[in-house]
């Protein structure tokens, strides 16, 4: 059986390993969870900079609930750390 996630942003639903997961580490810094086996609360979000960019200009904007226990702005930092 296949995981299917929805993207924060778009709101696609993908299955996992077409999306970026994104967990806290021990010291609430958001890093990327390539292995997707840490256990913990975790976000998905397409790897594409159109999905990216719109949900860094929501959580600015709203500065919305992270649902995971991270900070907001090494969620922040991270997602503007990805070059594409």
Do not use: T, W
């Not at 929805?6 to 970026?20: G, M």
């Not at 975790?42 to 904007?61: H, P, S, V």
């Amino acid at each position: 059986m296949v995981g299917i996630r929805s993207c924060v942003s778009c709101r696609k639903r993908k299955e996992k390993k077409e999306l970026l997961r994104i967990v806290p580490d021990e010291n609430n810094i958001a890093v990327i969870d390539e292995k997707q086996k840490i256990n913990k609360r975790a976000i998905y979000i397409c790897g594409n900079k159109e999905c990216i960019d719109r949900y860094l200009k929501n959580l600015k904007k709203k500065n919305q609930n992270l649902k995971i226990n991270a900070s907001a702005d090494s969620l922040v930092k991270l997602l503007e750390s990805l070059n594409f």
